[in-house]
């Protein structure tokens, strides 16, 4: 048996999908209505769903402690991902104070623990993209939703120096993650997705325009990690396993925003036609211009696998895409 928190959103459903074709029983938790709600996930069915707050009772895992049960983990994806979220007492509920229960737990009995941080944590990367430890309290993430996954990290590797830790547990700062799945997540969607919809719409796409000297517009580089490498990750770290530590995890080669958006017109068979309009003024200062995880330390654990190209995971997506659209229609 594996738990899988977030298991109707955009990686805890593929996760969810990958840890059954391994033939284990999947726990799949998140609110029971999105399972029902997100048409893209209709292919899902998990041996169990349940609640997020129904797996943070003590009785849920002494029950199984009983029925001789074992938990061979836990990848704790659920989380509130939406960077413009400015409520601060919201994030640290769902997003730190949630992790930091279920991360006592898993020590409490002794389950393997594997979760979801992300490359928000850098901020403008006046630090750089490295994930050492050592340093990670100088990061100075530019909005909350960064700064609660900032503080778990931390309080982690407090907690261990505690020796309040699972067995084995490893966390992953996940860079630009883009695939099929994404159409509940609405503006926070990947470009990809976006993309997709306004090409069909309208034969042309929206891109942010530059507001940093120097950054011609489309010019904004971000590291875009296909999610099915994100899940092979994932699996590699709970399945090795990882003992612990904070690990990055992106495709390690950074890419511009005009690179994803010609791709995602060749997918289609069209010519580029993107149109540069403001960036929000509201995210504006927040806005991250550059990001490349800096991948050495998951590699040398032993994850040798190539990651997906940027073109062939747009590729893939868009042929997912066209799938879903010419069912619903």
């Given at each position: 048996m594996i738990i899988v928190t977030g298991a109707a959103g955009f990686i805890g459903y593929r996760m969810g999908k990958w840890v059954q074709a391994q033939g284990y029983e999947v726990v799949a938790v998140d609110e029971l209505g999105f399972f029902d709600e997100r048409t893209e996930h209709r292919d899902f069915k998990p041996e169990q769903?349940?609640?997020?707050?129904?797996?943070?009772v003590p009785r849920f895992y002494e029950d199984l402690i009983f029925k001789k049960t074992p938990i061979k983990g836990i990848i704790?994806?659920?989380?509130?991902?939406?960077?413009?979220?400015?409520?601060?007492?919201?994030l640290k509920k769902v997003n730190l104070e949630y992790t930091q229960n279920?991360?006592?737990?898993?020590?409490?009995?002794?389950?393997?623990?594997?979760?979801?941080?992300?490359?928000?944590?850098?901020?403008?990367g006046e630090e750089g993209y490295d994930d050492n430890e050592l340093t990670m309290h100088r990061l100075e993430p530019l909005n909350p939703y960064g700064e609660s996954k900032l503080q778990f990290d931390l309080w982690a590797l407090v907690e261990e120096k505690k020796a309040n830790h699972p067995p084995v547990w490893s966390g992953f700062k996940f860079f630009n993650v883009y695939g099929f799945g994404e159409r509940h997540k609405g503006k926070m969607s990947s470009v990809v997705l976006q993309g997709f919809d306004q090409i069909e719409a309208k034969g042309m796409l929206k891109l942010f325009k530059s507001h940093k000297t120097g950054i011609a517009d489309g010019e904004q580089r971000r590291d875009f990690i296909y999610v099915e490498d994100v899940v092979k990750v994932l699996w590699f770290a709970l399945t090795k396993p990882l003992k612990r530590g904070i690990f990055n995890l992106g495709s390690g080669k950074a890419r511009t925003f005009l690179d994803l958006a010609t791709a995602t017109f060749h997918a289609l068979g069209k010519n580029p036609k993107i149109e540069f309009i403001d960036t929000p003024i509201e995210i504006r200062d927040r806005y991250q211009y550059f990001t490349e995880a800096n991948m050495a330390k998951l590699r040398a654990e032993g994850f040798t696998e190539p990651f997906?190209?940027?073109?062939?995971?747009?590729?893939?997506?868009?042929?997912?895409?066209?799938?879903?659209?010419?069912?619903?229609?």
């Open positions: 769903k349940l609640s997020p707050e129904a797996i943070l704790h994806l659920g989380a509130c991902t939406d960077t413009t979220e400015m409520r601060v007492d919201y279920l991360w006592n737990l898993a020590s409490k009995y002794s389950i393997p623990f594997v979760y979801a941080s992300s490359a928000a944590t850098y901020g403008a997906t190209s940027l073109e062939e995971g747009v590729k893939q997506t868009v042929l997912k895409l066209k799938e879903e659209k010419h069912i619903s229609s």
